[in-house]
């Protein structure tokens, strides 16, 4: 089967080379400045829209754009699958803007490069099937089965709903320690190097990508809100304490 990955960028260019372990792939980026990984074909955009498949490796912001600027292109039984952190919004975008008689799944899939360096057995993919029939949905959940992960199939909204607790609040907490420029040190507790691999897994993705974490998931301002109240409630809670005659001692 032909496959068509539209974006070429870290994640788009290892999920490429993962798909072209079992698919003839073909890949498009809007810069020629990125190399195709190996075992993928260089396409024009023209050529990649003829591809039964196409997997949408973009950031969430650029989802409208460029389904907007595929949509003319496009077969009108394509099958579009995202790989965005978020669901609602790609999710929303499709089937607004891709052909009426394409179908559509969201991916997430929950990790990158770096934590899929040795393979990606057990790690989590969440499955979101919107527009497509049975068929062509167990296929995809059998195919990512087949590469060793963890498939989790749940709505878009609920994948928001409890990834701005998990996803969201790791990558807040991850650039918010690395404004404090927080440093490898001897004395270092094991606890301190953990929060250290979070600094470091969070801030080797993009900025963009936070920011977009934070404005297209509708849950993410609320788990702000809920952080900066836990924040001063802690904080008020503790200056209580030191303030205390007993505190004083």
Not at 95 to 101: K, N, Q, V, W
Not at 175 to 199: A, C, D, F, H
Request: with cysteine; proline share 6%.
């Amino acid at each position: 089967m032909e496959i068509g990955v539209y974006g070429l960028g870290r994640f788009g260019s290892f999920w490429a080379q993962l798909l072209a372990k079992r698919f003839e792939v073909k890949g498009y980026n809007r810069s020629n400045e990125r190399p195709a990984p190996e075992g993928v074909e260089r396409v024009s955009l023209d050529r990649l829209a003829e591809c039964p498949v196409i997997f949408l490796c973009v950031s969430i912001s650029a989802m409208e754009p460029v389904v907007s600027q595929l949509r003319s292109l496009l077969r009108e039984d394509v099958l579009l699958i995202d790989t965005c952190s978020v669901k609602v919004h790609p999710v929303s975008v499709m089937e607004r803007s891709a052909p009426s008689g394409a179908q559509i799944i969201g991916t997430h899939p929950m990790f990158g490069p770096d934590s899929a360096k040795n393979g990606t057995e057990g790690l989590p993919l969440i499955f979101t099937p919107v527009r497509v029939d049975s068929e062509t949905a167990e296929f995809w959940r059998e195919h990512f089965a087949g590469l060793g992960l963890h498939v989790m199939e749940m709505s878009a909204d609920q994948h928001d709903h409890e990834a701005a607790y998990t996803q969201g609040i790791t990558h807040f907490v991850g650039r918010l320690l690395k404004e404090l420029n927080v440093q490898p040190s001897p004395m270092s507790t094991l606890g301190y190097r953990k929060i250290l691999e979070v600094v470091d897994q969070t801030c080797n993705d993009p900025y963009q990508l936070f920011v977009d974490l934070q404005r297209y998931n509708p849950y993410s301002a609320n788990m702000r809100d809920n952080l900066r109240g836990a924040f001063d409630t802690l904080i008020s809670r503790l200056s209580s304490e030191l303030d205390s005659p007993q505190g004083r001692e």
